[in-house]
């Protein structure tokens, strides 16, 4: 079965007005960069991103959760 379509016949969607700068803007306010939220550290003073591990220090929330190692003890695991 062939089917014959008439190209000239077909429509697309076209605005009936010119959209207005208003709404224009209206439409493109929820397209605005948000904020960084960087809060300095209160034991290091270093600034950093809030609710993330301090990566200096390896606190979070008051608590240890990384523990750096020294330059000696990543040479005894390289050997």
Do not use: F
Not at 47 to 65: A, C, V
């Amino acid at each position: 079965m062939i089917l014959l379509i008439n190209t000239s016949q077909i429509i697309m969607a076209v605005p009936k007005r010119k959209t207005s700068k208003s709404k224009r803007n209206m439409r493109r306010s929820h397209h605005s960069i948000d904020k960084i939220n960087i809060i300095e550290d209160k034991d290091s003073g270093e600034p950093r991103l809030s609710h993330r591990i301090d990566i200096s220090t390896g606190m979070y929330n008051g608590k240890q959760i990384i523990v750096k190692k020294t330059p000696k003890e990543s040479n005894k695991e390289n050997s």
